[in-house]
């Protein structure tokens, strides 16, 4: 009786053992496969990118505004083409359009394209825009439309 006893406790630690390392190997083959699609879908939707997810700020003495996008090319030394999902972000206001030039080294920022800023009570909707004086002044491009509550 003891005997078969024994096998059982060994035939219950193997077949323990062996599930152990299938759901080892399932979570790690799983892992490494999406891995695996998140870098070929970054490599093919991202062709003749310079820069991937840039993110930048314009620093003044009162303020910090914080700039993000999914994609950037260098036009020059300091001037960058930010372009979708383009989001200028302060603890003031935020703005968000597709396509930016920001220069780096005045710290100012243009855009053309449809842009929506959008503050605590106000919401403006343009053609486009420019931040200029170290992020102190915006100016609001073409048709512009002003919501406030």
């Known amino acids: 009786m003891n005997f078969f006893l024994y096998i059982n406790k060994k035939l219950i630690i193997y077949i323990g053992l062996t599930l152990f390392l299938i759901f080892l190997s399932i979570i790690f083959f799983k892992q490494y496969r999406q891995i695996n699609i998140k870098l070929s879908n970054t490599e093919k939707n991202l062709p003749n990118v310079d820069i991937a997810e840039p993110k930048f700020a314009i620093n003044n003495e009162s303020k910090k505004i914080f700039i993000t996008a999914k994609v950037g090319n260098f036009l ?74």
Do not use: H, M, P, W
Request: aromatic share 12%; charged share 30%; net charge neutral.
């Open 76 to 149: 020059n030394k300091d001037e960058i083409l930010l372009q979708e999902n383009v989001r200028f972000k302060s603890n003031d206001f935020s703005i968000e359009t597709d396509r930016v030039v920001f220069d780096r080294n005045k710290q100012t920022a243009n855009s053309n394209s449809k842009s929506l800023f959008k503050t605590e009570n106000t919401t403006i909707s343009s053609d486009g825009f420019n931040i200029y004086d170290k992020g102190d002044k915006i100016i609001f491009y073409g048709n512009s439309f002003i919501v406030l509550k």
